[in-house]
Nanobody, 125 residues
Framework: QVQLQESGPGLVKPSQTLSLTCTVS??????????WSWIRQPPGKGLEWIGY???????YYSPSLKSRTSISRDTSKNQFTLQLSSVTPEDTAVYYC?????????????????WGQGTQVTVSS
């Protein structure tokens, strides 16, 4: 079965870049037709889709975050990575990696099948 696990620093200073890695086991991130996303949940708020990297390597980001977001992958390690630049305290959230098959409803976190456990990231000086 597919398992995902987030890793990275839990504390990031304002104006710096938030970097997280999702390690995938039990399935390849290049398998047709799976999409691999980053999703976050700020305190007291709902889930927010950040962006995906598709099985093909194509990426797409939430318009509200596109200017600050980069998702990449290392297929040899079966990992994909989130970089969110110029962070502020408003970026404080639990960050999840997640996956679903097919393109439909990619922006809806409730449609994702596989999830990591989530990792808390706090932006503070």
């Amino acid at each position: 079965q597919v398992q995902l696990q987030e890793s990275g620093p839990g504390l990031v200073k304002p104006s710096q870049t938030l970097s997280l890695t999702c390690t995938v086991s039990g399935g390849s991130i290049t398998t047709n037709y799976y999409y691999w996303s980053w999703i976050r949940q700020p305190p007291g708020k709902g889930l927010e889709w950040i962006g995906y990297i598709a099985y093909s390597g194509n990426t797409y980001y939430s318009p509200s975050l596109k200017s600050r977001t980069s998702i990449s992958r290392d297929t040899s390690k079966n990992q994909f990575t989130l970089q969110l630049s110029s962070v502020t305290p408003e970026d404080t959230a639990v960050y999840y990696c997640a996956s679903k098959k097919y393109y439909s409803d990619y922006v809806n976190p409730l449609k994702y099948t596989y999830w990591g456990q989530g990792t808390q990231v706090t932006v503070s000086s």
